[in-house]
């Protein structure tokens, strides 16, 4: 499958809303993806198949560092490497803006991700408790080379 990666523009909001409400128990809402779109520090990113948005991702870049903030995956398409992809194209637009590391947290209990992150490098740096207010989150980082 050919994916496109697409700075995230307005047009995309409505299929990100999609996307989102199905991915997580607390979704972030259209206006915090508003907020992104005008937000200086923001890098984020439709993933397209045709005109279809199938996921995104974004990242805050604060100062040599990526952290990554939102990375979902529409359902219909999981289990067929878009997540890995995604966070691939993630990665190498951290590695050509010159910045040193990506830092991300994710659920603790989200171990299909956690297992991807896991193969592209990332490793385990400690855990935020409570953090999804009734989960711990791992933090995971990975040096860019």
């Given amino acids: 499958m050919e994916l496109i990666f697409s700075p995230l523009k307005e047009a995309h909001l409505d299929q990100i809303m999609d996307i989102e409400r199905v991915s997580f128990p ?7 993806f508003e907020r992104e779109l005008a937000l200086a520090i ?7 198949s045709g005109d279809r948005v199938i996921g995104y991702a ?4 604060i100062e040599d560092e990526a952290h990554l903030v939102n990375l979902a995956v529409h359902p219909d398409f ?7 992809r995604t966070l691939e194209f993630i990665m190498e637009e951290s590695r050509k ?6 830092l991300l947290e994710v659920r603790e209990s989200n171990l299909p991700a956690r297992k991807m992150y896991g193969s592209l490098g990332f490793k385990n740096s400690g855990t935020r408790p409570d ?3 009734t989960e711990d989150a791992v933090l ?3 040096a860019i080379q």
């Fill in 26 to 32: 607390v979704p972030w809402t259209r206006g915090m």
């Fill in 42 to 48: 923001s890098r984020f990113f439709a993933v397209m």
């Fill in 58 to 61: 974004g990242y805050w870049q």
């Fill in 78 to 84: 999981r289990k067929q490497g878009v997540g890995k």
């Fill in 97 to 102: 803006a010159g910045l040193s590391k990506i």
């Fill in 131 to 133: 953090y999804y207010i």
């Fill in 140 to 142: 995971m980082e990975y």
